[in-house]
């Protein structure tokens, strides 16, 4: 099993910029691939970027050039710096691990994932 807790959400200005976190814990694994999700109620979760084992990166056309994956393997904590926030970047921000094994384009989705955090909320103030 693996754990996740995420952190850094909040209130922030249109324009501004906040970082999320998400610690793993358990049987983790730095081949995992860690991915983001957002969600507003009535909608279904929205991908918004992954990142793998090597450092490399994925991201939906939505935020690709203002928010950014990393990942400190040996911490066990991944991230999602998020910059030039606007009103419609406001959700509940999920972080989720998968084992891998699938095709690169199935990460985009969150059936793709074994695991998930709880969420943290980021709300964009215009």
């Known amino acids: 099993q693996v754990q996740l807790v995420e952190s850094g959400g909040g209130l922030v200005q249109a324009g501004g910029s906040l970082r999320l976190s998400c610690a793993a814990s358990g049987r983790t694994s730095s081949s995992y691939i860690m991915g983001w999700f957002r969600q507003v109620p009535g909608k279904e979760r929205e991908f918004v970027g992954f990142t793998w084992g090597g450092g490399g990166t994925y991201y939906a056309d939505s935020v690709k050039g203002r928010f950014t994956c990393s990942r400190e393997n040996a911490k066990n904590v991944v991230y999602l710096q998020m910059t030039s926030l606007k009103p419609e970047d406001t959700a509940v921000y999920y972080c989720?691990?998968?084992?891998?094994?699938?095709?690169?384009?199935?990460?985009?989705?969150?059936?793709?994932?074994?695991?998930w955090g709880q969420g943290t909320q980021v709300t964009v103030s215009s």
């Open positions: 989720a691990a998968s084992g891998g094994g699938i095709g690169f384009g199935n990460y985009r989705y969150p059936s793709s994932y074994q695991y």
